[in-house]
C-alpha cells in the first residue's frame, strides 16, 4: 500500500464502525444507517435489557452506544468440563468451531468452584496419610507401587465420567466424575510424598559422604553429595514443569476437537508407563525400612499442648495463645556439647537433652 498514510485514516479504518454493532432488544439496526431506532428502551431498566438467552448480560442502548467507552472483553481461555454445558449436538464435549467453547456437563460456576476446591484440599491432605504410611509401615517404594495403581483407577473412573454414553447424563457424569477425583486423590497421596526423597535416597546410598575428585585441569575439588542432590532436584521439578505445560496444552486442544474421554486419556496413558518403570529397574532401586513416623508423636505434643484450653465451645475456650503452655528454657548450666531443654505443660515437663546446641532458635 502507499507510503505514509495519515494516522487518523488508520485509526478510522481500524475503528469498530456503529452499524456493527449489535442492537439491544427492541432496537431496528439498519445496515447503512448510522442512527439507530429504538423503542422507549432507554425508559428501560437494566435487567429488562438483557439477552433473550439469559446470559446475564445487560446490552447497550443507543445513546450508550454513542456515549460510552468501549473497552476489550475477557478471553476465553479456560475451558471446564463441570461448568460450561455440552456445546450443541455434541456428545464428547468437543466444539471444534473457531469460536466454540468445549463443555461438557454445564453445571456453573459454583458447582466447578466447590469441586475444584474440594480436590485442592483432598490432594494437600492425602500426602499426610501416604508419607504416614511409608514410614511407619510399608516404606516408600512399596508405598508408591500400590498408589500407583490406586491413581490409574482413579483415572479409568474419570474417563468414564467422560464417555459420550455417560456425558450427556449431567448427574451421572458428576457423580463418576466426583468418585473418580476421590480415588485419584488417593493415589496421590502416596505417590507426591514419597517420590522426591525415593529420588534423593538413590545418590545418597552411593555417596553419602564428600570425596575428593581430579579434573582434567588437575584441580582437586570436592564433590558434595548437598549440592549434587540439589542439581538431581532442579532437573526434577523442571520435567515437572515441562510435562505440566505440555500435557495441559495437549489436553485443551484434545478436548476442543476431539473431546474430554481423550484429554483424560491422555494422562492416564502416561501414567500407565510408571508400573513398568518400576518393575523393570525394581532391583536397583536403593530401598529403605521404614523406620517410624513423627506424625503420631506431632499430633500428641499437640493435643499435650491443647489439653485444658481448647474446647467445641467457643466460650469455653482459653483466650491466651493458643500454644503458650509449651514453654521452652534452656539450662545455662549446661557444659560441652550438650544442653538441657525443658518443656513445660502446664504442670507436666519434659527435659530433652540435645548434642548441638547450635540448632536451637
Not at 99 to 108: P, T, V
Not at 228 to 255: K, P
Not at 330 to 342: F, Q
Request: with cysteine; hydrophobic share 40%.
Amino acid at each position: 500500500g502507499p507510503v505514509g498514510l495519515d494516522l487518523a485514516d488508520v485509526s478510522k479504518a481500524h475503528a469498530p464502525q456503529l452499524r456493527d454493532v449489535p442492537a439491544a432488544p427492541g432496537t431496528v439496526n439498519e445496515k447503512n444507517e448510522k442512527e439507530l431506532a429504538v423503542a422507549d428502551d432507554s425508559s428501560r431498566s437494566p435487567s429488562d435489557r438483557r439477552d433473550s438467552f439469559d446470559d446475564g448480560k445487560e446490552y447497550p442502548t443507543a445513546e450508550e452506544v454513542e456515549t460510552l467507552r468501549r473497552e476489550a472483553g475477557p478471553i476465553p481461555w479456560v475451558v471446564n468440563f463441570i461448568q460450561n454445558p455440552l456445546p450443541e449436538g455434541s456428545t464428547t464435549g468437543a466444539d471444534a468451531a473457531a469460536d466454540g467453547q468445549a463443555g461438557a456437563l454445564g453445571m456453573g460456576q459454583r458447582a466447578s468452584t466447590g469441586l475444584t476446591t474440594f480436590n485442592s484440599m483432598w490432594a494437600y491432605f492425602m500426602p499426610l496419610l501416604g508419607a504416614f504410611i511409608a514410614d511407619q509401615y510399608w516404606g516408600r517404594f512399596k508405598t508408591i507401587q500400590i498408589s500407583i495403581f490406586v491413581a490409574i483407577l482413579g483415572h479409568i473412573v474419570i474417563i468414564i465420567a467422560a464417555i459420550p454414553q455417560v456425558i450427556v447424563h449431567p448427574q451421572g457424569a458428576i457423580a463418576c466424575f466426583s468418585v473418580g477425583l476421590i480415588i485419584f486423590g488417593m493415589g496421590t497421596g502416596g505417590f507426591k510424598p514419597n517420590i522426591s526423597p525415593l529420588i534423593a535416597e538413590q545418590y545418597e546410598q552411593k555417596h553419602p559422604k564428600q570425596y575428593i575428585r581430579v579434573l582434567k585441569s588437575g584441580e582437586r575439588v570436592i564433590v558434595d553429595p548437598t549440592m549434587t542432590i540439589s542439581r538431581i532436584y532442579m532437573y526434577f521439578y523442571m520435567m515437572v514443569n515441562i510435562g505440566a505445560l505440555t500435557g495441559q496444552i495437549g489436553m485443551v486442544y484434545a478436548e476442543k476437537y476431539i473431546g474430554f474421554w481423550l484429554s483424560f486419556v491422555l494422562p492416564t496413558a502416561l501414567y500407565c508407563v510408571c508400573p513398568f518403570v518400576m518393575w523393570a529397574m525394581s532391583k536397583k532401586y536403593a530401598r529403605r525400612p521404614p523406620t517410624g513416623s513423627v506424625l503420631p508423636k506431632a499430633i500428641k505434643l499437640w493435643r499435650l499442648a491443647a489439653k485444658g484450653r481448647f474446647s467445641a465451645n467457643p466460650v469455653t475456650t482459653s483466650v491466651d495463645p493458643f500454644l503458650s503452655p509449651a514453654k521452652t528454657t534452656t539450662d545455662k548450666r549446661a557444659t560441652g556439647s550438650r544442653i538441657c531443654v525443658l518443656m513445660t505443660f502446664g504442670r507436666m515437663s519434659s527435659r530433652v537433652v540435645l548434642d548441638q546446641p547450635s540448632r536451637i532458635g
